[in-house]
């Protein structure tokens, strides 16, 4: 009907109605898509630029002299006009028109700005090119958008790579340094943990840093209530320097637990750091009191060898170790290339494990899983090999896995297996698990959440169960399993 109306109509007006009705939409159509217009008079040597497209590039809107094409090229950034007019010149021969990118440098105020750019050339009968008229449009925004995310995926992929390296170096040497494949896995695990815990405060700022304190609260907070106490003025280390300390703490943690002061109720540590008054940096003790009596190691252990040889380095500084009958006491000396460059937020810390006796059992290895033995478990994750550990884990524990699934699909086939509890990865390769944990709550079987988001990500769509941060080993399972039952 629409169609048939604009027919009658265009038969009742002029030529000159019809063409003002065209160009009216026409200048309608560039005003929307933030498009400005040229033209190329070739018999004439002239560059004809619209006011749309002078308000966008910052040429004068006019006529000017094209120089045989060459004044649009002076405008183009130096490094792109070769390259634009090789394009130009080839697709006009060979098409007759033409599609490009390019940075151009406004002659207003010499900003760098990326232009699209599209064109089309008008021939003769005989063939021949009279004029070229064409469209650009700023699509800096885009494009600046395009680079951002191309330099956060390169930074990502270095992260990860720099991230897997340091995992296999630690696998590397805590496999050297024990004895049995049971102390490995314990010693190791921990010290993924410390890393993880590091990761978590960076990723709180967006990797700008993370304060001394926030870093001591992460690895000791969860020891035995009035044991361990630090304190010290706000210092922001950079990111390869909270790694070191984190695992630096963690390392005299687990000593201090295994055999130092934290091995016994009257033991104390406290840990001191004070800004260095010249040159940056800071100083940081440790020191251990009221233990049994301090002898110096028999054999070097990984853990003496970190903190002598690498947290040091890492920290620009050096790391010193004193065996003294009354206690251990290690000085840990920065300079000032471990502090961070830009202030960063401090987050909110909350203690991997508040309870002390979890703490101090996950540091010597002596953990406690009794909430899983005998219990049937489902297992949704979409990660094949962290599904084979924590099935092999939670065996081992005495529970009985009635089920492992990758995805939703197999997850609500398999909630009509016998079951007690589900563990259940919030984020199944995309998707969320929401709807198996609604299938549970129909059913009344209770269920916990394994996931990677940070601290103050909320339990899924809102659900209210017990969660677990990734990396996590089975006492945090068992842990929160034992909340689900209501067995906390």
């Known amino acids: 009907m629409l169609r048939h109306m604009d027919a009658g109509a265009q038969q009742t007006r002029t030529a000159a109605e019809q063409l003002a009705l065209e160009q009216e939409r026409a200048s309608l159509a560039l005003d929307a898509a933030r498009m400005g ?3 190329w008079d070739i018999d004439e040597d002239r560059l004809i630029v619209s006011p749309r497209m002078a308000a966008i590039t910052g040429l004068e809107a ?28 080839d697709r006009l021969r060979s098409e007759g028109r033409y599609q490009a990118e390019y940075r151009m440098i406004r002659p207003d105020d010499g900003r760098v700005l990326w232009m699209y750019s599209a064109a089309i050339a008008q021939r003769d009968e005989s063939g021949r090119a009279r004029r070229v008229i064409g469209v650009l449009k700023d699509i800096s925004g885009r494009r600046y958008e395009e680079n951002a995310r191309d330099a956060l995926v390169a930074e990502l992929d270095h992260r990860v790579k720099n991230v897997l390296a340091s995992v296999q170096s630690l696998a590397a040497q805590s496999a050297r340094k024990t004895t049995s494949l049971d102390a490995f896995l314990k010693t190791f695990a921990g010290r993924l943990e410390a890393m993880a815990a590091a990761h978590t405060l960076l990723t709180a700022t967006r990797w700008r840093g993370a304060e001394i304190g926030n870093v001591a609260a992460a690895e000791l907070g969860g020891l035995a209530p009035g044991q361990a106490r630090w304190s010290g003025p706000e210092i922001l280390l950079n990111p390869r320097a909270t790694n070191a300390l984190a695992l630096a703490l963690h390392e005299l943690a687990t000593n201090a637990v295994k055999f ?14 004070t800004r260095r008054p010249a040159g940056g940096g800071f100083d940081l003790v440790w020191t251990e009191r009221d233990g049994p009596p301090v002898a110096p190691p028999t054999r070097r252990g990984f853990g003496a060898t970190l903190l002598e040889r690498v947290t040091g380095r890492e920290l620009g500084g050096e790391a010193r170790m004193d065996f003294r009958a009354d ?8 300079d000032h290339t471990a502090l961070a460059d830009v202030p960063a937020a401090a987050p909110e810390i909350k203690q991997r494990q508040s309870d002390p006796e979890a703490q101090a059992g996950a540091s010597s290895g002596m953990l406690t899983v009794d909430a899983v033995k005998n219990l049937r478990i489902l297992i949704v994750e979409d990660a094949v090999l962290l599904a084979l550990e924590l099935e092999a884990s ?10 492992v699934a990758a995805n939703v699909e197999e997850a609500l086939k398999l909630i009509e297996t016998p079951l007690d509890v589900a ?12 709807p ?3 299938a549970l709550r129909a059913r009344g079987k209770p269920f916990i959440f394994a996931t990677g988001y940070g601290d103050a990500a909320p339990a899924p769509e809102g659900f209210n169960a ?23």
């Open 37 to 39: 217009e040229f033209e």
């Open 260 to 273: 130092g002061a934290l091995s016994v109720d009257a033991g104390r540590v406290d840990v001191t750091w």
């Open 62 to 89: 006019g006529v000017m002299q094209a120089d045989g094409g060459e004044a649009v090229y002076s405008f183009v950034h130096p490094d792109d006009a070769a390259g634009l007019r090789r394009h130009v010149t």
């Open 327 to 334: 206690g251990v006491r290690v000085t840990i000396d920065a």
């Open 423 to 434: 563990v259940l990865d919030a984020n199944l390769n995309g998707a969320s698990v929401g």
């Open 466 to 488: 017990p969660v677990v941060r990734k990396p996590y080993n089975v006492a945090q399972i068992a842990a929160a399993v034992a909340e689900a039952l209501g067995r906390a």
């Open 436 to 438: 198996v944990a609604e």
């Open 394 to 403: 939670l065996t081992e524990a005495g529970a009985r896995v009635v089920g």
